[in-house]
């Protein structure tokens, strides 16, 4: 039954959160500082996202193919390759370096 009270408090608490973000007032929103926020923040949770599956495992901070793969996307990135070749390159190259060793 414990699971269901949690099911249930997480949905409440989604509703809420929900309901909190429609009733912000519109001129809030519109003011250029949380209009950059809101455009910097997707990217910046994406980064700590890729960050954290790249180089943690297990509690603990190592340097693999995932490393290997990111560095090759972030060169492709830096020669302005298209999105499907940069993840082309970060799965050849890590493939590549968990074939060799």
Same mark, same amino acid.
């Given at each position: 039954?414990?699971?269901?009270?949690?099911?249930?408090?997480?949905?409440?608490?989604?509703?809420?959160?929900?309901?909190?973000?429609?009733?912000?007032?519109?001129?809030?929103?519109?003011?250029?500082?949380?209009?950059?926020? $809101?455009?910097?923040?997707?990217?910046?949770?994406?980064?700590?996202?890729?960050?954290?599956?790249?180089?943690?495992?297990?509690?603990?901070?190592?340097?693999? $193919?995932?490393?290997?793969?990111?560095?090759?996307?972030?060169? $492709?990135?830096?020669?302005?390759?298209?999105?499907?070749?940069?993840?082309?390159?970060?799965?050849?190259?890590?493939?590549?370096?968990?074939?060799?060793?």
């Amino acid at each position: 039954m414990s699971v269901w009270i949690a099911i249930g408090a997480t949905a409440l608490g989604c509703y809420l959160v929900k309901l909190l973000g429609l009733s912000v007032p519109a001129g809030m929103l519109e003011r250029p500082l949380v209009q950059r926020l $809101a455009a910097l923040l997707p990217v910046a949770l994406l980064a700590a996202l890729t960050a954290q599956q790249t180089f943690e495992h297990q509690l603990s901070l190592v340097l693999d $193919a995932r490393a290997a793969g990111l560095a090759a996307a972030a060169l $492709a990135l830096l020669f302005r390759a298209p999105f499907l070749v940069v993840v082309a390159a970060a799965v050849l190259v890590t493939a590549g370096v968990r074939a060799l060793g």
